[in-house]
């Protein structure tokens, strides 16, 4: 992932396979912080601070959605500073 002109660009796009989902994050600290930390995390697409009632969204993928929940669980919500997450599962029409 890189950011080019402050948006974030998405990193390669996962094999057909895989899960993902945009987790939207109420953060109680800074969220460039908060959005920041995500980024490192395996499986982190993207992650930018944004306006509105959420202060960052993460774009992430995983091999299905068991791993899903427990990135989202064990990584993103272990993150200092967040508040409160609300997962959405990309679905293929």
């Not at 959605?65 to 679905?91: F, H, N």
Request: aromatic share 2%; glycine share 8%; hydrophobic share 40%.
């Amino acid at each position: 992932m890189r950011t080019r002109g402050g948006a974030t660009q998405l990193k390669e796009e996962p094999v057909a396979d895989q899960v993902r989902a945009y987790i939207l994050i109420q953060t109680v600290t800074n969220a460039a912080h908060v959005a920041r930390e995500i980024r490192e995390l395996d499986g982190v697409e993207a992650a930018d601070d944004v306006s509105g009632p959420y202060d960052v969204i993460v774009r992430l993928v995983a091999g299905d959605m068991d791993e899903l929940g427990k990135s989202v669980v064990t990584r993103i919500q272990a993150v200092e500073g967040i508040s409160r997450t609300l997962t959405c599962p990309v679905v293929q029409l």
